[in-house]
T-cell receptor, first 116, second 115 residues
Framework: DTGVSQNPRHKITKRGQNVTFRCDPI?????LYWYRQTLGQGPEFLTY????????KSRLLSDRFSAERPKGSFSTLEIQRTEQGDSAMYLC??????????????FGPGTRLTVL | EDKVVQSPLSLVVHEGDTVTLNCSYE??????LLWYKQEKKAPTFLFML????IEKKSGRLSSILDKKELSSILNITATQTGDSAIYLC???????????????FGTGTRLTIIP
């Protein structure tokens, strides 16, 4: 499968614990995006990368949220000290796009987080 | 704050009917408008529109952009039960020579097709 992959697909955690999600983009895509989707809403942008550089992180929901893409391939999204309000679907997308375009963003299957 | 508004929020029709879904937007530096279909999983790409008045078509689905009215429509003809899904509209705002940027999504239209 050459699409965007995300792991784990589901995560249940207790309030206060830290969680980390992984995203593997389509191999030739240099841009990688994280979104959050809550019930009844469209995806909400969090952050994105051009290779290993994080181009925008002002939309990360709080300082408990951080993301990395250390080698410009896969990315991780970490939430520290989880709260019940963090329960949502976390979506990763990738695209071409350092120049030219615009290009479509292709989404992974998402990680559904439940905070108890 | 950028805004994308979709209507109707929900639509129930019978199989075989034709439906039109609407999307309007307010962004500062419009670059593209995208339509996605979402079933019980991640959004699946349908169309990207950048130029006004040029219809994009894929089977029974078609879409067109009106930059003057800041809107787009998605048409589905001869609907089938497999078309039941949430249809999301998203707009990309971009800076010159900066490449792809974030998408701002609407809340979606929930389409239900009754057999």
């Amino acid at each position: 499968d050459t699409g965007v992959s995300q792991n784990p697909r589901h995560k249940i955690t207790k309030r206060g614990q830290n969680v980390t999600f992984r995203c593997d983009p389509i191999s030739e895509h240099n841009r990688l995006y994280w979104y959050r989707q809550t019930l009844g809403q469209g995806p909400e942008f969090l952050t994105y990368f051009q290779n290993e550089a994080q181009l925008e992180k002002s939309r990360l929901l709080s300082d408990r949220f951080s993301a990395e893409r250390p080698k410009g391939s896969f990315s991780t999204l970490e939430i520290q000290r989880t709260e019940q309000g963090d329960s949502a679907m976390y979506l990763c997308a990738s695209s071409l796009g350092s120049a030219g375009g615009p290009y479509e963003q292709f989404f992974g299957p998402g990680t559904r987080l439940t905070v108890l | 704050e950028d805004k994308v508004v979709q209507s109707p929020l929900s639509l129930v029709v019978h199989e075989g009917d034709t439906v039109t879904l609407n999307c309007s937007y307010e962004v500062t530096n419009f670059r593209s408008l995208l339509w996605y279909k979402q079933e019980k999983k991640a959004p699946t790409f349908l169309f990207m529109l950048t130029s006004s008045g040029i219809e994009k078509k894929s089977g029974r689905l078609s879409s067109i952009l009106d930059k003057k009215e800041l809107s787009s429509i998605l048409n589905i003809t001869a609907t089938q039960t497999g078309d039941s899904a949430i249809y999301l509209c998203a707009v990309e705002e971009g800076r010159a020579n900066f490449g792809n940027e974030k998408l701002t999504f609407g809340t979606g239209t929930r389409l239900t097709i009754i057999p």
